[in-house]
């Protein structure tokens, strides 16, 4: 605000890995943020154990459902 920068409009802002994201929303503006799931370093770590071990053929992956919160500070595109 003192720099008389729009949030969202000059820049917008989008929080990655935040460990409370809760938090982020008592913030002026309230801060947009991808949660990544609980437990993520566990699984991928399980992944590359195996990996190590097995030597599979087929590439391995893990499939992520972040969550998502949309609050002030990023607005999305306008469709075309």
Do not use: W
């Not at 000059?10 to 437990?39: K, R």
């Not at 919160?69 to 999305?76: H, V, Y």
């Amino acid at each position: 605000q003192r720099r008389r920068i729009a949030v969202p409009g000059d820049i917008e802002l989008l929080s990655i890995g935040v460990q409370e994201p809760e938090t982020m929303q008592y913030l002026t503006p309230s801060i947009s943020c991808v949660t990544v799931p609980p437990n993520v370093d566990k699984q991928a770590m399980s992944i590359m154990i195996r990996i190590l071990q097995e030597h599979p053929e087929e590439p391995l992956h893990l499939e992520l459902e972040p969550l998502i919160q949309l609050r002030e500070s990023f607005t999305l595109p306008s469709p075309l």
